[in-house]
C-alpha cells in the first residue's frame, strides 16, 4: 500500500495517508431509517416511456431543446411528487436499465438513511479506508473515505462524492465504487453515444488502480454531539457544508467548507504526490449536488481548473446567475429569493467568495460558464426536494428547476450550454442515486471522460520551487533569515511541518498560503498579524524571483499568532532580510484585497479594504530596523493613500436629569414656565391609572395647562401604533409633548413629536438604513418632557426610538440628538407599582446597555469619519466619559437588580436601578450598544412566527418577548465573542460579576491569561441570569437550529449597532453573517 507524500504547506494541505486506517465501530443496520426501499413498478407513466428515450438522445446533440421537452412532460410541468413517480435509491430490475444491464448491487448501499439526533460513528466500508489525518490547518482535520491500497503512482482519475442531506458519506462511496465496479467489469458500460454504446476502445478505458475514490465526510453538530466527530475534526451547523459557510468546529476554527475543497483539490493536484494524475470529478446527487453546482459556480480561479469536472445529480435547487426566475409566484420572499444559496446577492453569500461577488459578479459567472459542468436528472423526478419559497421560485420539482436552470444558461450563451456544459436525462429513472450514478452516461462522465484542456497539472514542485527560490540580487542575504529562521522554529514549537518544506515551496504556492494565513489570524481575532503580513504581502508581489523572504516572513507570522516574539526577531531576523524593489499602487492594493479576508479584526487590516494601513505598517517595521539614516519608506514600496478613514472626535450629549422622590410634581409648572400652548400627553392604558399618571396631570392642571392625552401607546410598538400616534400628534399640533411610562411610551411619543414638525415625512423617511432611508433630522424639534416609570431603557436621556418592523420581522428604529429629551423626570416613586417581571426585564436592558456601551469599540476605531458633524451618529462608539457612566451603571444593576427581583417593594434597590437606567442611558447615548441588542431585535420580531412565546409576567394579548429578555438571550455568547477585543475591560466585567457572585471581588482574575477571560465572562452572566430566572437560552423560548439563519438575516440590516461591535464594525466592510451565526447557535442553550 503506498501513501501520499507529506509535502504539505504551512496549514497543512496534509497527508491523504492510506497506511493505519483509523478504526470505527461499524454502524449497525438499525441506526439506518430506510426510506422507500421497494422495486419499482414496471409501467412508467401513460405514454411516456417513449417520449423519454426521445428526449434522452436528443440531449446528446440539442440539450436546451431536450430540457424543454422534459419540462413539458405531463408529470413534470409544475407538478409535485404524485403517486408513485418519486422514489429514493430504488432496486432496479435489469430489464428496467436497457442501458445498464447486468448492474451489480448492494444493499446497504441503497439505503437513504439518516439518525435522529446525529449518526455515532462513521462505519468501516470494504474496499475503503476512513482517513482523519488530513489537516486542512492545524487542528482542523476533515475526516474522508478512499480507496483502500491505492498507488499514488498510476491514480490518473480522482472521483470525489458529496453525501445528500443524511450526510451518510459511506453510502454515496459505496455507491461510486458500486459504479467503477460496473465500469471495470461490464465492457458495455460507459456509452457516450445517444444509442447507449461507446466509442471508447477497450484500451484506452480506465484501469481501475488508475481510480481514486475519495468521499469526504461534511458532519454537523448533531454528528459531534452523538459521537461521530472525533477531537480535532471539522463539523458545520444543520446542512450549511453545501453552501460553504463556515464550520462551527473544532474550537473556534471558521473554514468555509470550500476552502476545504479547495485544500482536496491542491493536494490532488500536486505532482509530487501524484505525478500521473490528469483529472479531478467532483460529483454529488440530491443536496450532495446542490454542493457541487454552489462550489463550481463561485471557486477561486485555479491553474488546474480545466482538469476539474462537476457532475451534478437531481439537485434540489441552485444558485442562479440570474435575478429573474421562471415561477415568481410567492409573495413570502419576493424581496430575498435571489440571496445566497439561491443567488449571488445578498449578504449570505460566504466570505470565501463575497468580495470576488461583490466587486465582479460577471467574472464569476463568466468563471462557472468556462468550467466542465455536467447536469444530470431522473425523467421521472417530480419530487420536491427542497421545500422554500426560494427553490420554488426555480420550480416546482427536482426536475423542473434543473430544466429551467439549463435553459437560464443557454439564455447567457445565444441559447446554447457553453461548450464545456452538457445535459443528460435518464429515462425511467427518479430521484435514485444508484440508478443515476450507475447509467452508463454517467460512468462515462465519472470514470473515462477526459476535459477538454485537461493536463497533467501541478501546483507544486519541490525541484522548481528550489531553483526559483535561488538567484537575483537580493539572495546574498536569505542564508542569515533562514538560518535565524530555523532556530526561532526551534524556541517555538508551534507548527508541525518543517521549514525546509516552506522554503521547497513555489512562490504561487506560497501565495495561497499567505490567504489562508491571513484567515487563520482572523478566526483567532489576533492583531499581531499586521506588521509581518504587511510585509510578506509587500515582498510577494514584489520579489518573484526570491521568496525566501516571504517565506520567513509567514513563518514568523504564524508564530506571532499563538505566541509573542522574541527581541531577536527584530534585533537579529529583520536587519538581514533584503529590500524588495518598488511596486505599483494598484498591484499591492489588488493582492492585498484578494488576501484579506473580511472578518480579521487586527486595526491595520481594517482600516482600508485594500490594506493600505497594513502595508505601511510593515514598511514602519522593517525601516526602523533596517533603513540607514536618513532613508525615506518609499524606497520600500510606493505609499499607498488610506481608502478609509477613522473617526478621530467625539460628541458627548444628553438630557438635562432631575432626580428624587416626588418630583413628578413638577411638570406642570415645568410647562407653565416654558408658556406652553398645548401639550400632548403619551402615555398606555395600563400607566394612565397609575400615580405617575395622576401626578402629572393634576400638575398641568394646577398649572392651568392645555393638554390632550393619548393612552394608545403599544407595549412593543410597531408600524401601525407608531402611525396611530403620529397622526393623532399632527391633527392636535402640540407645542409640547409629554411621555409617561415605560420605554415603549417615551419612543412612541419622540416620533409623534418628529413626525409632527415634518408633516410630509411618510414613516420610514428617519428609520434607519437599510430598512429606512436614514434621513439626516435637520430641525430642532418641540420641547419633549419624559417620566420614566420602569427602570430600563433609560429613554428619558437619549435619542432613540425603536419599533418593529413587520415586513422585515425585526426591531429597527431612529437614532438621532434631535430626538432626545428637553428633560427627564427621574422619580423613584413612580416604580412602586410596577410587576417584578418588569422590572427584572428593564433591568437586564440596563444591564446590556452598560456592558455593550462599555465594550464598544473605541470613537477612534469607528469608521467612516463623517464628511460633516450632522453625520455624525448618535452612537459613536466608547469614550472616556461614556465609560463613567457606564461602568457605574454596571456594577450599580449587578448589584441592586436581584434585589429588586427578590423584593419588588425594596425601595433602595428601586431607586439605584431608576439612577443606574439613567446612567447608562447617557453611557449607551452616546457609546451606543452592539450585539446584543442587534440580534435582539429580530429575537422579538420573529417571535410571532416561529417561537410565539407569551412572557408569564407581562398581561398582554399577543405573544411577546420583553425587550429586556430578548437582550440577555445572547449575552453570555456575545460577551465570549468580544472578549479577546478588550481582554483588560472583560476583566473588569468579570470581576464586578464575581464580586457579585463571592461576595467579593476574586483577587486572581488580574493573572488570568488573555484566552481564557471571554469564558470566565459567559459563566458568569450565564450564572447572574439564571439566578434572576431568565430563560436558559434561545430553545427555551422556542427557537432551534433551523431558526438561526433567519435570525442572523434579521440581524444584518442593524448596522447602526453592528458597526459598534468589535471584530465587526472595526473591520471595513464586514458583515458579521458567520461570526452572529456562530454567536446565536451558542446561545440556542447555556
Known amino acids: 500500500m503506498k501513501s501520499i507524500a507529506a509535502a504539505s504547506l504551512v496549514l497543512a494541505l496534509a497527508v491523504l495517508s492510506s497506511a493505519a486506517p483509523t478504526v470505527a465501530e461499524p454502524i449497525s443496520h438499525a441506526s439506518y431509517r430506510p426510506v422507500n426501499v421497494h422495486r419499482r413498478q414496471s409501467a412508467a ?16 446533440t440539442d440539450p436546451v431543446g431536450a430540457a424543454k421537452a422534459a419540462n413539458a412532460l405531463p408529470f413534470i410541468a409544475g407538478q409535485y411528487a404524485t403517486g408513485n413517480l418519486y422514489r429514493y435509491n430504488l432496486v432496479e430490475d435489469n430489464t428496467q436499465l436497457p442501458w445498464n444491464a447486468n448492474v451489480p448491487f448492494v444493499a446497504e448501499a441503497a439505503v437513504n438513511g439518516s439518525v435522529d439526533g446525529g449518526w455515532q460513528a462513521l462505519p468501516n466500508i470494504e474496499g475503503m479506508t476512513l482517513n482523519r489525518t488530513f489537516a486542512v490547518q492545524p487542528g482542523a482535520v476533515m475526516p474522508f473515505y478512499q480507496t483502500q491500497g491505492y498507488d499514488a503512482s498510476k491514480v490518473k482519475r480522482a472521483v470525489m462524492i458529496m453525501p445528500g442531506k443524511p450526510r451518510d458519506c459511506w453510502k454515496y462511496t459505496s455507491l461510486v465504487q458500486n459504479a467503477l465496479n460496473v465500469y471495470t467489469t461490464n465492457p458495455q458500460s460507459a456509452g457516450n453515444k445517444a444509442d447507449g454504446t461507446s466509442s471508447t476502445s477497450a484500451a484506452d478505458r480506465t484501469a481501475k488502480d488508475e481510480v481514486l475514490i475519495l468521499g469526504p465526510c461534511w458532519m454537523n453538530s448533531d454528528d459531534a454531539s452523538a459521537g461521530a466527530i472525533q477531537s480535532g475534526e471539522l463539523y458545520w451547523h444543520g446542512s450549511q457544508w453545501q453552501s460553504g459557510m463556515a464550520s462551527r468546529g473544532p474550537g473556534s476554527t471558521a473554514l468555509s467548507s470550500y476552502e476545504v475543497m479547495d485544500s482536496f483539490m491542491e493536494t490532488l493536484f500536486d505532482k509530487t504526490q501524484f505525478p500521473a494524475l490528469e483529472t479531478v470529478v467532483m460529483a454529488g446527487h440530491s443536496m450532495g449536488a446542490q454542493m457541487v453546482q454552489r ?16 457532475w451534478v445529480g437531481n439537485p434540489g435547487s441552485y444558485v442562479w446567475l440570474t435575478s429573474t426566475r421562471p415561477n415568481e409566484n410567492n409573495a413570502s420572499c419576493a424581496n430575498d429569493y435571489d440571496e445566497w444559496a439561491y443567488g449571488l446577492d445578498g449578504s449570505g453569500v460566504p466570505n470565501y467568495a463575497r468580495d470576488r461577488v461583490r466587486d465582479d459578479k460577471n467574472a464569476v459567472v463568466q468563471a462557472f460558464a468556462a468550467r466542465n459542468v455536467h447536469y444530470n436528472y431522473g425523467l421521472l423526478d417530480n419530487g420536491q426536494g427542497d421545500t422554500s419559497c426560494e427553490a420554488s421560485y426555480q420550480g416546482a420539482n427536482h426536475l423542473e428547476r434543473g430544466c429551467h436552470f439549463v435553459e437560464s444558461v443557454a439564455a447567457l450563451n445565444a441559447n446554447a450550454l457553453p461548450k464545456t456544459h452538457t445535459a443528460n436525462f435518464m429515462p425511467n429513472v427518479s430521484h435514485e442515486d444508484y440508478a443515476m450514478l450507475s447509467y452508463n452516461i454517467s460512468l462515462y462522465r465519472l470514470f473515462e471522460e477526459v476535459p477538454e484542456g485537461a493536463t497533467n497539472t501541478s501546483t507544486s514542485s519541490a525541484k522548481g520551487a528550489a531553483t526559483k527560490g535561488q538567484g537575483g540580487s537580493s539572495s546574498a542575504a536569505a542564508p542569515n533569515a533562514l538560518v535565524n529562521s530555523v532556530a526561532l522554529t526551534q524556541q517555538w514549537p508551534f507548527w508541525t511541518h518543517s521549514f525546509e518544506q516552506l522554503a521547497a515551496a513555489p512562490i504561487s504556492a506560497v501565495r495561497g498560503e499567505l490567504a489562508r494565513a491571513h484567515r487563520r489570524l482572523s478566526a483567532t481575532r489576533n492583531n499581531r498579524c499586521r506588521p509581518l503580513l504587511g ?23 504564524f508564530s506571532l499568532s499563538t505566541t509573542s516574539p522574541p527581541s531577536s526577531l527584530y534585533r537579529t531576523i529583520l536587519p538581514n532580510m533584503p529590500k524588495p524593489g518598488p511596486a505599483s499602487r494598484s498591484t499591492i492594493a489588488n493582492l492585498m484585497r484578494l488576501s484579506h479576508v473580511a472578518g480579521c479584526p487586527c486595526h491595520g487590516c481594517s482600516v482600508a479594504r485594500g490594506g493600505a494601513n497594513l502595508a505601511r505598517a510593515g514598511l514602519n517595521m522593517i525601516s526602523k530596523h533596517n533603513a540607514q539614516p536618513g532613508a525615506n519608506a518609499r524606497g520600500y514600496a510606493t505609499p499607498v493613500d488610506n481608502l478609509v478613514q477613522k473617526e478621530y472626535a467625539f460628541e458627548l450629549a444628553a438630557s438635562n436629569v432631575r432626580f428624587g422622590e416626588g418630583v413628578t410634581n413638577e411638570v406642570g409648572m415645568d410647562f407653565a414656565n416654558m408658556k406652553a400652548r398645548k401639550v400632548g400627553v403619551f402615555t398606555d392604558s395600563t400607566v394612565r391609572g397609575l400615580t405617575a399618571m395622576k401626578q402629572s396631570i393634576e400638575g398641568l392642571e394646577k398649572a392651568g395647562v392645555k393638554y390632550e392625552v393619548y393612552d394608545r401607546c403599544r407595549v412593543e410598538p410597531n408600524e401601525e401604533s407608531w402611525s396611530d400616534a403620529i397622526k393623532f400628534a399632527r391633527d392636535q399640533d402640540f407645542s409640547h409633548f409629554l411621555a409617561v411610562g415605560g420605554g415603549s411610551v417615551m419612543d412612541t411619543c419622540k416620533v409623534a413629536n418628529l413626525f409632527t414638525c415634518y408633516p410630509e415625512a411618510d414613516l420610514l423617511e428617519f428609520v434607519n438604513a437599510p430598512i429606512g432611508r436614514g434621513t439626516p433630522i435637520d430641525k430642532v424639534l418641540r420641547p419633549l418632557l419624559c417620566v420614566p416609570t420602569t427602570a430600563g431603557t433609560g429613554s428619558e436621556t437619549t435619542g432613540t426610538a425603536i419599533f418593529d418592523h413587520t415586513a422585515t420581522e425585526s426591531k429597527t428604529g431612529i437614532a438621532s440628538r434631535a430626538l432626545r429629551p428637553l428633560l427627564g423626570i427621574v422619580d423613584p416613586l413612580n416604580t412602586e407599582t410596577c410587576p417584578t417581571a418588569v422590572h427584572v426585564s428593564a433591568g437586564l436592558d440596563v444591564l446590556f446597555h452598560a456592558l455593550e456601551s462599555y465594550t464598544a469599540i473605541p470613537y477612534n476605531e469607528r469608521m467612516p469619519r463623517p464628511a460633516n458633524p450632522i453625520q455624525r451618529p448618535a452612537y459613536q462608539g466608547r469614550n472616556p466619559i461614556s465609560d463613567v457612566f457606564s461602568l457605574w451603571a454596571l456594577k450599580q444593576t449587578v448589584k441592586y437588580l436581584p434585589r429588586v427581583a427578590r423584593d419588588r417593594t425594596d425601595a433602595e434597590a428601586r431607586g439605584q436601578m431608576l439612577l443606574a437606567a439613567t446612567f447608562a442611558g447617557i453611557g449607551f447615548g452616546n457609546a451606543g450598544v452592539h450585539l446584543c441588542h442587534g440580534m435582539s431585535y429580530p429575537i422579538s420580531g420573529l417571535n410571532k412566527k416561529f417561537g410565539k412565546y407569551q412572557h408569564p409576567g407581562y398581561q398582554v394579548d399577543h405573544p411577546i418577548v420583553p425587550h429586556g429578555i430578548s437582550v440577555a438571550l445572547t449575552g453570555p455568547a456575545v460577551f465570549d465573542f468580544t472578549a479577546p477585543s478588550a481582554p483588560d475591560r472583560h476583566r473588569e466585567v468579570a470581576a464586578i460579576f464575581e464580586g457579585y457572585q463571592n461576595g467579593s471581588e476574586a483577587t486572581d482574575i488580574a493573572r488570568l491569561p488573555d484566552a481564557e477571560v471571554g469564558a470566565l465572562v459567559y459563566d458568569r452572566i450565564a450564572a447572574f441570569l439564571a439566578d434572576l430566572g431568565v430563560p436558559r437560552g434561545l430553545s427555551k423560548i422556542g427557537y432551534g437550529n433551523e431558526h438561526v439563519e433567519a435570525l442572523v438575516k434579521g440581524t444584518i440590516p442593524q448596522r447602526r449597532v453592528l458597526d459598534l461591535a468589535p471584530g465587526i464594525g472595526d473591520v471595513h466592510g464586514a458583515d458579521g453573517h458567520e461570526h452572529l451565526a456562530r454567536i446565536l447557535e451558542k446561545s440556542l442553550s447555556y
Do not use: C, N
Open 45 to 60: 407513466p401513460d405514454g411516456s416511456t417513449a417520449s423519454q428515450q426521445a428526449i434522452y438522445q436528443q440531449a446528446f
Open 295 to 310: 462550489y463550481a459556480v463561485v471557486k477561486q480561479p485555479a491553474a488546474y481548473d480545466a482538469s476539474v469536472s462537476y
Open 535 to 557: 510585509l510578506a504581502l509587500l515582498v510577494l508581489v514584489t520579489a518573484s524571483s526570491d521568496s525566501t523572504w516571504a517565506r520567513t516572513l509567514l513563518l514568523l507570522a
